[in-house]
């Protein structure tokens, strides 16, 4: 069953600050995660994924970092805008499946 | 990226009918096609994991007699709601993923179904 959860459901920060948002994954078997934005209405967009043999990759503005000793991943956006704001989920695949974790409520204020 | 393309995108249907909605990859053959329901202001909950050419495996708590899962092709999955009543009314997604190793490992999602019971 779904083992990804995130540490804070809203997270609201001003244009221009760096963004982290936090993701607890319970199960070390997990190969590969993922990063999500979904916008209201809509489906999730991919922004950024990270192999289970890596501890960080990095993407236009934005970063992943895994550590696997505490089964921890983050999604560093920097220099934060309007447009960022939406809910980002981490999800894991496991034995196939993709599983997401509860979501975080990103608010980016002028 | 990878397009998936889902429909409709809205449906309202009378209670005790059945709703089908329809995935498809549009640029890269789909070897695995996930369905998602999706409350508000909730997470996606993973109901089935289908294979090209297989039977779907089904996530614990989701009636596999309710919610048909056909994936005939590399290019098209359907979810059909049978039957359905007021409580099945939700936002219903898709995604598809590529072979490991090969283009498109990442899994892509459609737009969503707005299914509304009535």
């Known amino acids: 069953g779904e083992s990804v959860g995130l540490h804070l459901p809203t997270l609201s920060v001003q244009e221009g600050d760096n963004s982290i948002i936090n993701c607890a994954y319970s199960?070390?078997?997990?190969?590969?995660f993922i990063w999500y934005k979904q916008e209201s209405g809509k489906g999730p967009q991919f922004i950024i994924d990270i192999r289970s043999n890596m501890d960080k990759r990095q993407g236009q503005r934005v970063t992943v970092l895994l550590n696997k000793t505490v089964k921890h991943l983050s999604l560093q956006i920097a220099a934060t805008q309007p447009g960022d704001s939406a809910v980002y989920f981490c999800a894991e695949i496991l034995s196939g499946r993709l599983y997401f974790g509860r979501g975080t409520q990103l608010t980016v204020w002028p | 990226g990878a397009v998936v393309s889902q429909h409709p995108s809205r449906v309202i249907c009378k209670s005790g009918t059945s709703v089908k909605i329809e995935c498809r990859s549009l640029?890269?053959?789909?070897?695995?096609m996930f369905w998602y329901r999706q409350f508000p202001k909730q997470s996606l909950m993973l109901m089935a994991t289908s294979n090209e050419g297989s039977k779907a495996t089904y996530e614990q708590g989701v009636e596999k007699d309710k919610f048909l899962i056909n994936h005939a092709s590399l290019t098209l999955s359907t979810l059909t709601v049978t039957s359905a009543h007021p409580e099945d009314s939700s936002f219903y997604i898709c995604s598809a993923r590529g072979l490991p190793g090969q283009r498109n490992t990442e899994a892509f999602f459609g737009q969503g179904t707005r299914l509304t019971v009535v």
């Open positions: 640029d890269f053959q789909a070897t695995t």
């Open positions: 199960n070390s078997a997990s190969d590969y």
